[in-house]
């Protein structure tokens, strides 16, 4: 029944969609976190993740099974689900500094990052208000 549910309900209004587009933002969110603590540390290099591209990569999926690997020998079948967004690690060399990691580009980053995960959040709490509207209609 639970699947029945997910499948005519969620998946119809987007929720899915609005899981991947929070878990991106905060997988981007952790890795800026992490270029600001790294800030003066030797050698460090920033990363991040193209949040527009990833996405793209959830709206194009096409829904076939996927499987989990439980050994580096094993053959992929599909794309694994715990791979995860394809991290960018900045290789450029550093100005002088100790590292590559511009502050202002990073809390720049972060502000941009945080208003997309605060439009998700509304987008989605705006979805499960409609479902729970449609649900006490008559």
Do not use: C, W
């Not at 209004?13 to 997988?27: E, I, N, R």
């Not at 690997?69 to 060399?93: C, E, M, Y």
């Amino acid at each position: 029944m639970s699947n029945l549910l997910d499948n005519m309900v969620f998946k119809k209004v987007g929720v899915p969609l609005m899981q991947s587009f929070l878990d991106l933002s905060s997988a981007r969110h952790k890795l800026i976190a992490g270029n600001l603590t790294n800030v003066s540390t030797p050698g460090y290099r920033s990363k991040d993740l193209d949040f527009h591209a990833e996405l793209r990569k959830e709206l194009n999926k096409d829904g076939h099974i996927e499987g989990k690997l439980t050994n580096p020998a094993h053959i992929p079948v599909g794309a694994s689900k715990d791979k995860g967004p394809d991290v960018i690690v900045n290789r450029t060399q550093a100005d002088g500094g100790v590292n590559n990691v511009d502050v202002d580009q990073e809390v720049s980053n972060l502000a941009e990052n945080q208003l997309y995960y605060s439009v998700g959040a509304r987008l989605l709490a705006g979805k499960f208000q409609a479902l729970k509207q449609a649900i006490r209609s008559k």
